[in-house]
């Protein structure tokens, strides 16, 4: 498989695409959210410091999401590819990004935008919920649960992110519109831009990667 980004709006579906694609293809999934969130659990120094800016819905500094980005894309599971999910937040990530793809040799191959309207995006978020464990993501209210509260999965108990709230869903999207979305025109003039409809059920987004990368999986 090639090496993918994902670029969408907060609760496009990056998460549950890239598990679906997970699940189904076997691919590595790296998301700089969980690795922040990651960070956050281990109660560093860092963490700490991360927690408060995801909290109040704002961007990490570059410097932390390099570093753990780079300690991750290092690792050999990442020689067949990989789905890369959160990343790039801004012009300046992904410019920097193509440094680090020529030195790493992680080239991006196909970059997919998940477009969604601010309206439909906030109807998700009050009802998601994850398993910090094998990364599932379920919405309270659509999905139907084996037992109530915990993972379909693996059991585990689910829990809902401290950022998913309308105030600071808000703030996300509007960091979304005035960041995020010039990287979407940098893939487009690379050539490697393909816009899938995310507004509609999981099924549907799915159906439209598949078809986007089917000659790219194993
Ligand atoms: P996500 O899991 O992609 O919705 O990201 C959750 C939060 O993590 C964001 O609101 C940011 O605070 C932070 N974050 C995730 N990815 C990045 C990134 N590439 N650059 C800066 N901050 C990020």
Redesign the pocket.
């Known amino acids: 498989m090639k090496n993918i980004i994902f670029i969408a709006p907060?609760a496009a579906g990056?998460?549950t695409q890239s598990d679906l694609l997970k699940q189904k293809y076997s691919v590595v999934h790296i998301?700089?959210?969980?690795?922040?969130?990651n960070e956050v659990a281990s109660n560093s120094e860092i963490g700490n410091h991360?927690q408060k800016?995801?909290n109040?819905?704002?961007?990490?500094?570059?410097e932390i999401?390099f570093k753990l980005?780079e300690q991750r894309l290092v690792k050999q599971d990442c020689d067949d590819g990989y789905i890369l999910?959160?990343?790039?937040?801004?012009l300046e990530?992904a410019k920097a990004y193509d440094e680090i793809s020529s030195r790493l040799h992680r080239k991006i191959d196909c970059a997919i935008f998940l477009n969604i309207s601010k309206e439909d995006a906030m109807k998700r978020i009050t009802g998601r919920i994850s398993c910090p464990k094998c990364g599932a993501v379920y919405n309270e209210y659509f999905d139907t649960f084996t037992k109530l509260g915990l993972c379909n999965r693996c059991s585990t108990k689910l829990e809902k992110?401290s950022?998913d709230n309308e105030e600071i869903f808000n703030h996300?999207f509007d960091?979304y519109l005035i960041k995020t979305q010039p990287v979407i025109d940098y893939y487009r003039d690379k050539g490697i831009l393909h816009v899938v409809d995310s507004g509609g059920s999981k099924e549907y987004t799915f159906c439209q990667i598949e078809s986007i990368i089917g000659g790219e999986v194993k």
Do not use: E, I
């Open positions: 907060p990056k998460g998301s700089t959210g969980d690795l922040l969130r991360v800016l995801m109040d819905g704002l961007l990490v500094d570059d999401v980005l999910d959160g990343f790039p937040r801004d990530q992110r950022d996300r960091t």
